[in-house]
T-cell receptor, first 114, second 117 residues
Framework: QQQVKQSPQSLIVQKGGIPIINCAYENTAFDYFPWYQQFPGKGPALLIAIRPDVSEKKEGRFTISFNKSAKQFSLHIMDSQPGDSATYFCAASMDTGGGNKLTFGTGTQLKVEL | DAGVIQSPRHEVTEMGQEVTLRCKPISGHDYLFWYRQTMMRGLELLIYFNNNVPIDDSGMPEDRFSAKMPNASFSTLKIQPSEPRDSAVYFC???????????????FGDGTRLSIL
């Protein structure tokens, strides 16, 4: 019940395309859903996050869509660029009394080709 | 501001040896997390601390693993004795947790790539 399932495992798109990465969760107690971006040799870094009281959040070219009833959320990257090539992780957490313990998905390796 | 600092960046050692990984969190952050990343299992939370106190160590795989946080600016993850299956990238992250009702991001270090021969 603590798992977050992420798909696809890898994704290749052309420059300017719109890659979409999907995640699903079971635990309805999750109340915070961030996406992290990781480049080779680096640690993950927060990209964008959403709470379940909204259905969509945009930050620049990155958009999270959230479907509370389906317990699914997805990341869309508009006008993708080669510099977006990285591994993307979705995650989920619940309030544990001040903490922010994250459960991560398995990651999606994105490659944006010229 | 300096981010989360981990050392060493790479460690290669023989099976059976003791391994100590080090982490300096971002100043002022009161949560510290240790993760392990492998191709097979992805990013796994091992243990996390709040105000230097271990809160949840349910992800620590075995008694061979131990973690300490003697003060707010330093933490260690120790493996003794090490085994080849411990080979992975180990990340430390720090955070303000939930501040004024808002989830604060976890800031990750660049990791320690550990190889046990």
């Amino acid at each position: 019940q603590q798992q977050v399932k992420q798909s696809p495992q890898s994704l290749i798109v052309q420059k300017g395309g719109i890659p979409i990465i999907n995640c699903a969760y079971e635990n309805t107690a999750f109340d915070y859903f961030p996406w992290y971006q990781q480049f080779p040799g680096k640690g993950p870094a927060l990209l964008i996050a959403i709470r379940p009281d909204v259905s969509e959040k945009k930050e620049g070219r990155f958009t999270i869509s959230f479907n509370k009833s389906a317990k699914q959320f997805s990341l869309h990257i508009m006008d993708s660029q080669p510099g977006d090539s990285a591994t993307y992780f979705c995650a989920a957490s619940m309030d544990t009394g001040g903490g922010n313990k994250l459960t991560f998905g398995t990651g999606t390796q994105l490659k944006v080709e010229l | 501001d300096a981010g989360v600092i981990q050392s060493p960046r790479h460690e290669v050692t023989e099976m059976g040896q003791e391994v100590t990984l080090r982490c300096k969190p971002i100043s002022g952050h009161d949560y510290l997390f240790w993760y392990r990343q492998t191709m097979m299992r992805g990013l796994e939370l091992l243990i996390y601390f709040n105000n230097n106190v271990p809160i949840d160590d349910s992800g620590m795989p075995e008694d061979r693993f131990s973690a300490k946080m003697p003060n707010a600016s330093f933490s260690t993850l120790k493996i003794q004795p090490s085994e080849p299956r411990d080979s992975a990238v180990y990340f430390c992250a720090s955070s303000l947790g939930i501040y004024r009702g808002f989830n604060q991001p976890q800031h990750f270090g660049d990791g320690t790539r550990l190889s046990i021969l």
